[in-house]
């Protein structure tokens, strides 16, 4: 596979190894991200090379899986996509019900889009911040941060995490929304679209940052089909693939919003995807919040979902099936599922296999950052060193889910 | 007698200018922290002291109790030089500003001049020695024995001598108006007119040049490359700490305290304040007083812009950087004097 479509911005000269260096780019550079390493070669400012080089940060989370019963398995989840734990929440739990053939009820899906939407606020809005930050502009950083902690407060204020929260369960919710939630998230929801317009006059107006992201690190959209990007980075090439639009799940099917795409493929295309997302996933969470209705927020699988403390207290059957469910688990009927959702990033995919009992058989899980970084050494060739930074933030890559 | 009592004075005025000088450029620190601070929305250093007022002395004594770490590999003696000479260049052209006119103590006839040295060739002088700074950068980049530190030092001594240029350029507009390279006579001539004198109104492309190219001198935001935290992880001082970092530290705001100077004497009248000779009468204390304050708060204004821009703008990239240097500060810089020629040439009583 070659980048043939697009040539680079600038011509590499082949030239003698001893005018070229090579420069080990991480594990610890403010800018990779967390614990990425580049093996980098240069030819003076301009990179010959990159090689991502990972797994400073495996943990081992797909073989933990198999060792922890199903509504454990939720809270291993939490770890790999820091930035959106509620979607890895969200596509663990809709694979087991998926297997498990439970009915979710409108309540809890609702929640679920909500909640959904507002981390993927949450998780651009550190990729902006950080995004900005590599390129300079350190003040977006803080508007960021300061939007996303009030986000970090709603998320907190229903599950109780603010990173880890663990919110969704199989078949359900942990516990419904706390009582004035709604005002606070429409709080939330009124201002938040003058902070992107802030964004924008930070950032998107200004001549050098522009400089810095049009036409760096470009890919075709055949390419990108071809190395399977996915989320914003495939839709900033141009390419209309949404699984909230494709292959809707959860109720997303009831949700009027639109799938931004930008033609060309660089740095910039992908940012501006990523704030038109932000104003859609505004829109969607508005719509979600205006239809909570009253109702259950767990089904109706007393075998599966843990009671009512209420009903322990004073239901003899409910009281056995908690301790069933927290002792020894669920039993999964045999089969495997593979199911993708739309996450911040890109397609988040689980793949869980199960030979029936409380344990799965293998869980995987396709991470939108690991196949996105796979383009980065075609991306980075020919540019120069400030644009792999520039490169690497518009990946939006987080550490946490490549190694797993 | 008469010189040893010629030189204990100007042992005096050195020693008093430099401490003046030094607890500016440490209480910047402390304000680009604070207003970086209010931009962002949080607080910045309030802790030591009042309002945070005492934690300069605090980052003083942290860089002194921190461990002094040398590489391995580094080339020590050259290492040990670097941030000597930075620093060194950065404070030897403090001898040259006036500060103010002269000012006379009251109900005594001694006067004092607010300057410590008036020579003919101040402006080169200035040229000269902030142009050796970049061997401190450059030699730094180089000793440390680091390849990012190598490209921060590259990088610095590129944009630096590119950016000399435009900066060296947009002087020579000044030099034409005035006629002379002594500061102080740049500043009397500036005098008069209730302020429209100044020479940013003569030629405020040239005043633009001058701030572009002294921004990139300085190393600082939208010009920061040579330390692009980022991509250098600190640029040519990655292997500094403790006491040698902190000279760098030191050089760098002592540079961005003496190009706000410059430019303060250059374009916005030097001491001159508006009326202030109508109301206090010349040659006065309060006049001299006054004059003074009047200078240190327009090199404030200066450094508070520096601070506003790190709050507010990203970074070019190395080639841009170049680019705009070259193609456009350049030719800008010669159209300034082409500009003022034509003036001089039209009006020549200017």
């Known amino acids: ?404 | 007698m008469d010189t040893a009592i010629d030189i204990a004075l100007k042992f005096a005025a050195i020693t008093v200018a430099f401490v003046v000088v030094l607890l500016i450029v440490a209480y910047t620190v402390l304000a680009e922290r604070r207003v970086l601070g209010f931009i962002q929305g949080r607080l910045g250093p309030n802790r030591v002291g009042y309002g945070g007022m005492l934690q300069p002395f605090a980052d003083l004594l942290k860089f002194i109790l921190k461990e002094d770490i040398v590489p391995d590999k580094s080339t020590r003696f050259v290492y040990f030089l670097a941030p000597v000479i930075a620093t060194m260049a950065a404070l030897m052209t403090m001898i040259v500003y006036p500060f103010g006119p002269d000012i006379r103590i009251p109900f005594t006839s001694i006067t004092i001049p607010l300057v410590i040295a008036r020579f003919d060739v101040a402006l080169l002088y200035v040229l000269g020695v902030t142009s050796v700074g970049v061997y401190g950068i450059m030699l730094a980049g180089w000793s440390s024995n680091n390849k990012y530190s190598l490209m921060g030092g590259l990088r610095a001594s590129a944009q630096m001598i590119s950016y000399e240029l435009a900066l060296g350029l947009s002087l020579v507009g000044v030099i034409m108006l005035a006629g002379t390279l002594e500061l102080g006579r740049i500043v009397e001539m500036q005098s008069g007119w209730h302020g429209l004198r100044w020479f940013i109104f003569f030629q405020p492309l040239g005043f633009i040049i001058y701030l572009t190219a002294a921004i990139a001198e300085t190393n600082r935001i939208p010009f920061d490359l040579p330390e692009a935290e980022t991509e250098l992880v600190a640029g040519y001082h990655t292997e500094y700490s403790a006491m040698k970092f902190a000279l760098f530290f030191l050089a760098e705001y002592i540079n961005m305290f003496t190009v706000s100077m410059l430019a303060t004497t250059l374009f916005l009248g030097g001491w001159n304040v508006p009326f202030a000779e109508d109301i206090f009468g010349r040659g006065t204390f309060l006049f001299g007083l006054v004059s003074a304050v009047g200078f240190i708060l327009k090199v404030i204004f200066f450094l508070f812009l520096y601070i506003w821009l790190r709050g507010t703008l990203p970074r070019f990239r190395f080639d841009q950087l170049m680019n705009f240097g070259w193609k456009i500060l350049l030719p800008l810089a010669l159209l300034n004097i082409f500009i003022i020629a034509t003036l001089i040439f039209v009006f020549p009583n200017l």
């Open chain 1, 1 to 404: 596979m070659s980048s043939a479509t697009i040539p680079p911005q600038f011509e590499i000269v082949d030239r003698p190894l001893d005018t070229q260096m090579t420069i080990s780019m991480g594990p610890q550079h403010p800018s990779t991200h967390g614990v990425l390493r580049l093996e980098l070669v240069l030819d003076g400012e301009l990179v010959v090379k990159a090689t991502p080089d990972i797994g400073y940060l495996h943990t081992g989370m797909e073989k933990l899986f198999e060792y922890k019963k199903y509504q454990q398995g939720i809270v291993i989840t939490d770890r790999m996509d820091y930035l959106n734990p509620l979607g890895n929440n969200l596509a663990y739990v809709m694979a087991a019900e998926k297997l498990l053939g439970l009915e979710i009820p409108e309540r809890a899906l609702t929640i679920r889009v909500l909640m959904c939407e507002l981390q993927r606020i949450a998780s651009h809005l550190v990729w902006l911040g950080t995004h900005a930050l590599d390129i300079g502009a350190m003040t977006v950083f803080f508007y960021c941060f300061r939007e996303r902690e009030k986000i970090l407060n709603l998320i907190e204020a229903a599950s109780g995490g603010r990173l880890t929260p663990s919110y969704f369960r199989i078949g359900g919710l942990m516990m419904d929304l706390p009582a004035g939630f709604e005002n606070r998230c429409k709080q939330f929801l009124n201002d938040f679209p003058q902070a992107v317009e802030e964004f924008h006059k930070l950032l998107t107006g200004n001549k050098i940052f522009q400089r810095r992201t049009q036409g760096i690190g470009r890919i075709s959209a055949e390419d990108a089909i071809d190395w399977g990007l996915s989320g914003p980075c495939l839709r900033g090439s141009g390419v209309n693939l949404d699984i909230r639009r494709a292959n809707p799940y959860s109720s997303y099917e009831q949700y009027d919003f639109e799938v931004p795409t930008e033609p060309d493929g660089d740095v910039w295309a992908r940012y501006m995807v990523r704030m038109r997302e932000l104003k859609e996933s505004h829109k969607i969470s508005v719509q979600a919040l205006s239809r909570l209705q009253p109702g259950p927020v767990k089904a109706d699988a007393p075998k599966v979902v843990l009671p009512d403390r209420e009903a322990m207290k004073s239901h003899m059957d409910a009281l056995i099936h908690h301790f069933l469910i927290v002792t020894e688990g669920f039993d999964v009927p045999a089969g495997e599922v593979y199911l993708p959702i739309e996450a911040s990033k890109g397609e988040l995919g689980v793949y869980m296999k199960s030979d029936g009992g409380a344990k799965p058989n293998r869980v995987h899980v396709r991470g939108p950052s690991f196949v996105n970084l796979s383009v980065l050494p075609v991306m980075s060739e020919g540019e120069m060193v400030a644009d792999i930074v520039a490169i690497i933030g518009s990946l939006d890559i987080v550490l946490g889910e490549i190694d797993r």
